[in-house]
């Protein structure tokens, strides 16, 4: 029979708890609400939607930090910030935020105080995971601040730059999906910290290039990375820089393919929707490995003149366009599209 695994037991679990809360836990959900001034059926439904676990009425699991939070909360519903009509899918949106940035620094410390630790001494282990947050914590909080305040400047920014955005349901964006070639058969050829490496290094390298051409990125999911840019000419810039440094053999940087649509985009908490967004993901998917793909909706905002020979060349612009197959998908019955690539120089 195996060893089974040592267990930090209840006590530690609260113990590491009410460390990081400040306190113990000494209030139900009803004193809570009773102490912010907010009725317990919103209560409820704020705290659901952050994604934390149900607590029935005489679960004493809240501390003082509770009640000023669910207060402010409150104000937010109050002044307008969390009108009903999107007050779930903010708070939703902060809650799937947070929480995935929770797990990956709780596991980052709980690695750092294992590797210090006796891993057959849960209380040691418990010692040093409260150490290292003692000292860690207040320095991350910090950051954190400091990062979202830069993220609201630079967003406000952008959003300044066009002050049609302020009351337009819509914005006119470059939409791109930038995919990696072969990553199944990769994800299987590497170990868990191999495959890590490898796909937080197509992440970094994808991002500073789209922030260095003035784009935002939307979201990475495995093996994509999706970002938009006002600049369509941008769109093109990055995706073309990818697909070179994935073409080149000497560069650890995946082979990877890119689809890019430009026209209108609804933006909502941080993502983007729309046919635009649709386009550019069915592009990608039709593009060949280390292609670039874009619809008439770039092609146009370029002003590209056709070719004799049907290729597209717009003159002085760093790349050239030759008309694709039109791509039969979900959702589009002849989408028109572009191949983009760099041009040589000499021709």
Not at 79 to 108: D, F, K, M, N
Not at 109 to 132: F, Y
Request: with cysteine; net charge negative; aromatic share 6%.
């Amino acid at each position: 029979m195996g060893h089974a695994e040592p267990d930090a037991g209840p006590d530690t679990v609260r113990a590491l708890g009410a460390f990081l809360l400040g306190e113990e836990p000494s209030l139900t959900r009803v004193e809570v609400a009773e102490r912010a001034g907010v009725p317990l059926d919103l209560a409820v439904t704020l705290w659901h939607q952050l994604g934390f676990p149900h607590r029935a009425d005489d679960d004493v699991a809240f501390v003082e930090g509770d009640v000023e939070a669910l207060r402010l909360s409150a104000e937010l519903v109050q002044i307008g910030i969390l009108p009903p009509e999107s007050q779930a899918a903010l708070v939703r949106t902060w809650g799937r935020s947070y929480a995935r940035l929770a797990e990956w620094q709780t596991s980052l410390l709980a690695g750092l105080a294992a590797d210090g630790g006796d891993p057959a001494d849960p209380a040691a282990g418990l010692a040093g995971l409260t150490g290292l947050a003692g000292d860690v914590l207040p320095r991350v909080e910090a950051l954190q601040s400091y990062v979202w305040r830069r993220h609201l400047a630079s967003a406000a920014e952008h959003l300044l730059d066009d002050a049609s955005t302020l009351t337009a349901s819509e914005s006119q964006l470059s939409v791109c999906f930038v995919d990696i070639v072969g990553y199944t058969t990769q994800s299987r050829s590497l170990d868990g910290a191999a495959l890590v490496q490898w796909v937080d290094g197509f992440e970094q390298e994808t991002t500073a290039l789209v922030v260095d051409h003035g784009g935002q990125v939307i979201k990475t999911i495995g093996d994509e990375v999706l970002f938009t840019v006002a600049d369509p000419a941008a769109a093109v810039a990055v995706a073309l820089g990818l697909a070179a440094r994935g073409a080149d053999e000497d560069d650890p940087f995946p082979a990877v393919r890119a689809g890019i649509a430009h026209g209108a985009v609804v933006r909502r908490l941080g993502d983007v929707f729309g046919s635009t967004v649709n386009a550019a993901s069915r592009l990608t998917s039709a593009a060949r490995p280390g292609s670039v793909l874009v619809d008439a909706g770039v092609h146009e905002a370029l002003d590209s003149k056709d070719g004799e020979d049907g290729s597209e060349d717009d003159g002085e612009a760093p790349w050239r366009f030759r008309r694709a197959r039109r791509i039969s998908a979900k959702g589009f019955t002849h989408l028109e599209a572009w191949r983009v690539r760099p041009r040589v120089t000499g021709t």
